[in-house]
């Protein structure tokens, strides 16, 4: 089941610009920066209370998903996260309804989580990303 819709993904060229701009225009504090070398990307969740948050991601080297995506498409929404429970479980079930995935397991996400991506061809051309968050220790969104 789906918990709730955990963040919107903003591809970026510049990491430390958008930070500025998107914390300058709603006065937002400076999130930490998080940098996922085996992934190919460099992350900063900015936390605006309740809801979902906006993770600023940007490519971390020329290999990066997220440097393909912004040569095809510029910069903008990139995903749509929602955090699930149980996401071996909600990935079996996806799968037995014929639903493709872009990875073929689970991979590692922010802060200790388990991501996998939806691909997009299954919902009207959006990339979505399904969460399980790390349940060893809460997620301090200040570190974001």
Partial sequence: MIKTLDHLGIAVKNLDESIK?????????????????????EVAALNIGKGPS?????PAGNDSPVEKFLRKKGEGIHHFCF???????????????????VQSE?????????????HPE???????????????????????
Wanted: aromatic letters at 8%; hydrophobic letters at 35%; charged letters at 30%.
């Fill in 21 to 41: 701009k998107w914390c300058g225009v709603f006065g937002l504090p400076p999130p930490q920066k998080e940098k996922m070398e085996e992934r190919g990307v």
């Fill in 54 to 58: 906006v993770e600023l991601i940007a």
């Fill in 83 to 101: 955090q699930v429970e149980n996401l071996d479980k909600k990935i079996q079930e996806l799968k037995s309804k014929g639903i493709r995935f």
């Fill in 106 to 118: 689970p991979v590692s996400g922010a802060s200790g989580s388990r991501i996998i991506f939806i």
């Fill in 122 to 144: 299954n919902l009207n051309g959006v990339l979505i990303e399904l969460k399980e968050k790390h349940t060893s220790r809460p997620v301090d969104y200040s570190l974001y």
